[in-house]
């Protein structure tokens, strides 16, 4: 299509609309004749909407794979006027965050990240850049959360506690057709909600409920409403801007909860009992009261507690319901797990993170779950905080730079057959679990995910719990669900049937 059809197709918008159009094709030609010379090859956009209108037609994810067979695996693309370099193989992207860490390390920051946090210029952990706040903030939070039962016997309890607390909602559907999405929402946010609010939430709770509603709206988010976010013109194209509005009103409703939760903490503060991550925050943030520039202020609380409840609850869930669909799809498989359950914990006996070295089939087959469906097969955006030459092309500082996981998982000199499932690639000839670097499905580097840790405690203990316990089924008549899952913000199942018998 010429720039001529386009200027044709969005005369119907109006002649305020046009003329804006206009203007704006005019600033986005002089940015792009300005562009850097020697960029990593990719394909043409258009002024202004660079390749959106591309991106947004189809499924991304095969799209640059198509582009990568033609650019290679380091090319460039234009998320409107946003010129984003995208990494496509594992090599690349290791040589990029690991060898050279320091280069891509960092976040682009404009005036759109300020509108995925409501609050102005607060980026928190994830959307901060890389430099001394953000080295300060992530080595609190680690510490924090180790302090709070990361990697010990204490957190196993609560996460176990919540695996029964599951099992137990799904006794209640008596052998009935069922959907679990909902249920496993509700236990893996319980688990965030001990570490960060010291409490848990009955699964009937109305504020419980709206929390997890406004949560899956946002990570529900289409390309287009993201791109709107990103760039601010998009949303004057015709249905965005509501959906949009709605986003930004379900993390305003999110922001406000966690306001609401620090104030309550605030004003029952003692500096000798600190019982979660709030309480941890208040105290650092009235040590550092005298400092000039304190990096841990009011504002920078609620954005970084708003990130850890978001990332803490979604991406688990989303990845245990992926889990479930597989052993549903593949019952041999599914068999041979609770086989190797049966043989080291017994019916009785409650699963604990040492007992992991004594299962590789379940590891595998997690790790096979972690593979095939990477729940965030785009990476948070990263940027070049120098002017940096990389693979002989010249990429200048705060170029945007996109880390393909899917490209990683599905690639075929890697995994033979990559969308099969099939945990025994991850198991050598005698029958041992092998631990393979290229999966990156909590990226690399020093913007690795804070929460790897506890995800992966989750999905080992909550897996292992419900097959312990039941087998899991197709509904009687079910069509079987596809294994194509649906691309948004987070990449998930399409809604599925099950039933779950109790084991013996």
Same mark, same amino acid.
């Given at each position: 299509?010429?720039?001529?059809?386009?200027?044709?197709?969005?005369?119907?918008?109006?002649?305020?609309?046009?003329?804006?159009?206009?203007?704006?094709?005019?600033?986005?030609?002089?940015?792009?004749?300005?562009?850097?010379?020697?960029?990593?090859?990719?394909?043409?956009?258009?002024?202004? &909407?660079?390749?959106?209108?591309?991106?947004?037609?189809?499924?991304?994810?095969?799209?640059?794979?198509?582009?990568?067979?033609?650019?290679?695996?380091?090319?460039?693309?234009?998320?409107?006027?946003?010129?984003?370099?995208?990494?496509?193989?594992?090599?690349?992207?290791?040589?990029?965050?690991?060898?050279?860490?320091?280069?891509?390390?960092?976040?682009?920051?404009?005036?759109?990240?300020?509108?995925?946090?409501?609050?102005?210029?607060?980026?928190?952990?994830?959307?901060?850049?890389?430099?001394?706040?953000?080295?300060?903030?992530?080595?609190?939070?680690?510490?924090?959360?180790?302090?709070?039962?990361?990697?010990?016997?204490?957190?196993?309890?609560?996460?176990?506690?919540?695996?029964?607390?599951?099992?137990?909602?799904?006794?209640?559907?008596?052998?009935?057709?069922?959907?679990?999405?909902?249920?496993?929402?509700?236990?893996?946010?319980?688990?965030?909600?001990?570490?960060?609010?010291?409490?848990?939430?009955?699964?009937?709770?109305?504020?419980?409920?709206?929390?997890?509603?406004?949560?899956?709206?946002?990570?529900?988010?289409?390309? &287009?409403?993201?791109?709107?976010?990103?760039?601010?013109?998009?949303?004057?194209?015709?249905?965005?801007?509501?959906?949009?509005?709605?986003?930004?009103?379900?993390?305003?409703?999110?922001?406000?909860?966690?306001?609401?939760?620090?104030?309550?903490?605030?004003?029952?503060?003692?500096?000798?009992?600190?019982?979660?991550?709030?309480?941890?925050?208040?105290?650092?943030?009235?040590?550092?009261?005298?400092?000039?520039?304190?990096?841990?202020?009011?504002?920078?609380?609620?954005?970084?507690?708003?990130?850890?409840?978001?990332?803490?609850?979604?991406?688990?869930?989303?990845?245990?319901?992926?889990?479930?669909?597989?052993?549903?799809?593949?019952?041999?498989?599914?068999?041979?797990?609770?086989?190797?359950?049966?043989?080291?914990?017994?019916?009785?006996?409650?699963?604990?993170?040492?007992?992991?070295?004594?299962?590789?089939?379940?590891?595998?087959?997690?790790?096979?779950?972690?593979?095939?469906?990477?729940?965030?097969?785009?990476?948070?955006?990263?940027?070049?905080?120098?002017?940096?030459?990389?693979?002989?092309?010249?990429?200048?500082?705060?170029?945007?730079?996109?880390?393909?996981?899917?490209?990683?998982?599905?690639?075929?000199?890697?995994?033979?057959?990559?969308?099969?499932?099939?945990?025994?690639?991850?198991?050598?000839?005698?029958?041992?679990?092998?631990?393979?670097?290229?999966?990156?499905?909590?990226?690399?580097?020093?913007?690795?995910?804070?929460?790897?840790?506890?995800?992966?405690?989750?999905?080992?203990?909550?897996?292992?719990?419900?097959?312990?316990?039941?087998?899991?089924?197709?509904?009687?008549?079910?069509?079987?669900?596809?294994?194509?899952?649906?691309?948004?913000?987070?990449?998930?199942?399409?809604?599925?049937?099950?039933?779950?018998?109790?084991?013996?």
């Amino acid at each position: 299509m010429s720039i001529l059809s386009y200027i044709y197709m969005f005369s119907t918008f109006g002649s305020l609309q046009v003329a804006l159009l206009a203007v704006l094709c005019v600033v986005g030609t002089l940015v792009l004749w300005g562009r850097p010379r020697n960029l990593p090859p990719g394909p043409r956009g258009l002024p202004i &909407v660079g390749n959106a209108l591309s991106l947004i037609k189809g499924n991304r994810l095969l799209l640059f794979a198509e582009w990568s067979k033609k650019y290679g695996d380091v090319f460039t693309v234009h998320y409107g006027p946003r010129r984003t370099v995208l990494l496509n193989s594992y090599a690349a992207i290791h040589e990029a965050l690991v060898k050279n860490a320091e280069i891509f390390s960092s976040r682009p920051v404009d005036s759109s990240q300020s509108v995925l946090n409501p609050e102005e210029n607060i980026l928190g952990i994830i959307a901060e850049p890389y430099g001394p706040t953000w080295k300060k903030h992530r080595k609190f939070a680690l510490m924090s959360l180790r302090d709070f039962g990361l990697g010990k016997r204490s957190l196993e309890g609560t996460i176990l506690e919540e695996a029964r607390a599951l099992g137990d909602e799904i006794c209640q559907q008596d052998g009935g057709a069922f959907c679990i999405s909902q249920m496993m929402q509700n236990a893996v946010s319980n688990i965030i909600c001990s570490i960060v609010f010291g409490c848990r939430y009955e699964y009937d709770d109305k504020t419980f409920k709206e929390l997890l509603k406004a949560m899956q709206r946002v990570v529900s988010a289409k390309l &287009v409403e993201q791109l709107a976010l990103w760039y601010r013109p998009v949303s004057i194209l015709p249905g965005v801007r509501q959906p949009c509005q709605e986003l930004k009103n379900s993390l305003a409703k999110l922001m406000d909860h966690i306001k609401e939760r620090i104030k309550e903490h605030e004003e029952t503060f003692n500096p000798n009992d600190i019982r979660d991550f709030i309480d941890a925050f208040l105290l650092e943030s009235k040590q550092q009261e005298t400092d000039d520039s304190p990096t841990f202020a009011e504002q920078q609380h609620a954005t970084i507690v708003y990130q850890l409840f978001l990332a803490g609850t979604d991406t688990t869930s989303t990845t245990l319901r992926w889990a479930l669909l597989y052993m549903i799809l593949h019952p041999d498989i599914q068999e041979k797990v609770q086989q190797e359950i049966d043989s080291v914990l017994g019916p009785n006996q409650e699963p604990s993170m040492a007992h992991r070295s004594q299962m590789p089939y379940t590891e595998a087959t997690l790790a096979e779950v972690l593979r095939l469906a990477p729940v965030v097969p785009l990476s948070v955006i990263h940027s070049t905080s120098n002017d940096t030459t990389f693979r002989s092309y010249n990429i200048p500082k705060n170029t945007s730079v996109l880390v393909n996981i899917w490209s990683v998982h599905h690639d075929p000199k890697l995994w033979p057959e990559p969308d099969k499932f099939d945990p025994t690639r991850f198991l050598d000839d005698a029958g041992k679990y092998v631990k393979r670097a290229e999966v990156i499905t909590f990226s690399l580097g020093r913007r690795v995910c804070l929460g790897e840790q506890l995800a992966r405690m989750e999905l080992f203990l909550i897996f292992t719990a419900l097959l312990q316990r039941f087998s899991f089924k197709l509904p009687e008549g079910v069509t079987k669900p596809s294994e194509e899952g649906i691309h948004g913000a987070v990449y998930q199942p399409v809604p599925f049937m099950m039933t779950a018998e109790p084991r013996e």
